[in-house]
């Protein structure tokens, strides 16, 4: 069962020096989707960066949420996705409904398994994920265009953690066993908390030992690491330290330099995803790619959550990774799914929880926004 996340209130710090001022800024990352209880949300954009086989290393995406009323239908979304160059999707679970409207589609997909009673079960035995996989996978690719499999969104808890990664290697035991796992990625998408030192982002160090073992089972299957991560919470809470303009991509922000190896930041999220890369690397595991399952900035219903910020926000993020540039510390690699395609009413949580989206359940847009690929503005 889909469950509201509600904002985690446990914030990271990711302390920078300010190249001209030698100040610095506080940042913080957390939020998730509606998989998981007690969590939050989010991802981020549309469109196809480039053509060609080469584009998922700078892919945008939008994640769809399900948590509303007067939602429309699902072949409804999808045709939205393809009118508007959106080429790639997160869904929070295996809806069937949502899986046949996808066939043929050309969107790619990330897939959730559900909530964390799907991945303890996924967990319990082979037999479990072959069947999952059965049923979930084999009956939809490659009409479907699935490229991964997100076991687990933002678990919590140290028993629920456990699991996750059993659960993951079973999956991909079952995926292999199918002949498909040279297509499809099994991984588990992460809150920001589980990172610990962020500050400057080169000293990023797992929090917890059960993500050092899952960094180091992605880096031996290839697989990515799904994170989600909202310079919108880090802004939201620490105003006094982050400017507006460098938590939204705008060029007047003043850079910030990493003190450790002199990379320059421009905005927020690359000092956040580098803090990610740093991590891994510390965990063994510098190979792994981060895909960044999650990133929206909300309308309307708190600090900061205006049409014009959310839209300065998210056409940044859609024109960052459309640009192919990547990161400081990992140019050229960036995939971003925007949270979300519509506002959810049937959210649970802070009002800016139900104001994520980019289009009214209407399908009118709740601010202008440029895709890329199609160079059309809605």
């Given at each position: 069962m889909r469950i509201s996340m509600a904002l985690a209130s446990t914030g990271l710090l990711l302390l920078l020096s300010v190249a001209a001022a030698d100040?610095?800024?506080?940042?913080?990352?957390?939020?998730?989707?509606?998989?998981?209880?007690?969590?939050?949300?989010?991802?981020?954009?549309?469109?196809?960066?480039?053509?060609?086989e080469g584009d998922s290393l700078r892919f945008v995406g939008v994640c769809y949420g399900t948590l509303g009323s007067d939602l429309p239908p699902r072949s409804e979304v999808v045709q939205m996705y393809k009118s508007l160059g959106i080429n790639g999707m997160r869904i929070y679970s295996p809806d069937r409904e949502a899986l046949d409207a996808l066939r043929n589609s050309g969107v790619g997909v990330i897939l959730d398994v559900g909530g964390i009673d799907a991945v303890s079960w996924l967990g319990d035995s082979f037999a479990n994920a072959a069947a999952w996989v059965q049923d979930n996978v084999r009956s939809y690719y490659p009409a479907v265009n699935i490229k991964?499999?997100?076991?687990?969104?933002?678990?919590?808890?140290?028993?629920?953690?456990?699991?996750?990664l059993p659960a993951m290697q079973n999956v991909n035991a079952a995926l292999a066993a199918a002949g498909l796992a040279a297509g499809i990625k099994a991984s588990t998408s992460v809150r920001y908390d589980v990172f610990a030192s962020t500050s400057p982002p080169s000293a990023g160090v797992f929090a917890y030992p059960y993500m050092t073992a899952i960094a180091q089972y992605l880096a031996s299957t290839g697989a990515p690491l799904l994170a989600n991560v909202y310079p919108y919470f880090a802004y939201r809470d620490h105003p006094e330290y982050i400017s507006l303009d460098f938590a939204t991509f705008q060029p007047t922000a003043t850079p910030v330099v990493d003190r450790n190896n002199g990379?320059?930041?421009?905005?927020?999220?690359?000092?956040?995803?580098?803090?990610?890369h740093a991590a891994l690397e510390k965990?063994?595991?510098?190979?792994?790619?981060?895909?960044?399952?999650?990133?929206?900035?909300?309308?309307?219903?708190?600090?900061?959550?205006?049409?014009?910020?959310?839209?300065?926000?998210?056409?940044?993020?859609?024109?960052?990774?459309?640009?192919?540039?990547?990161?400081?510390?990992?140019?050229?690699?960036?995939?971003?799914?925007?949270?979300?395609?519509?506002?959810?009413?049937?959210?649970?949580?802070?009002?800016?929880?139900?104001?994520?989206?980019l289009f009214y359940p209407n399908k009118s847009p709740v601010y202008p926004i440029t895709f890329p690929n199609l160079h059309l503005e809605i």
């Open positions: 100040m610095s800024i506080v940042s913080y990352v957390g939020r998730s989707e509606e998989e998981t209880p007690d969590h939050q949300r989010s991802s981020n954009n549309f469109s196809n960066a480039v053509a060609g991964y499999i997100a076991v687990g969104n933002e678990v919590l808890g140290d028993g629920a953690t456990q699991r996750i990379l320059v930041y421009h905005n927020l999220f690359d000092a956040m995803v580098d803090a990610i965990a063994g595991a510098g190979s792994v790619r981060v895909v960044v399952s999650e990133s929206g900035w909300p309308s309307a219903g708190g600090f900061a959550a205006t049409m014009d910020n959310a839209r300065r926000y998210n056409q940044g993020l859609v024109d960052h990774v459309a640009q192919g540039t990547g990161t400081p510390r990992r140019p050229g690699q960036l995939e971003a799914y925007v949270f979300a395609m519509f506002n959810e009413n049937q959210k649970t949580g802070d009002a800016i929880e139900r104001n994520f989206g």
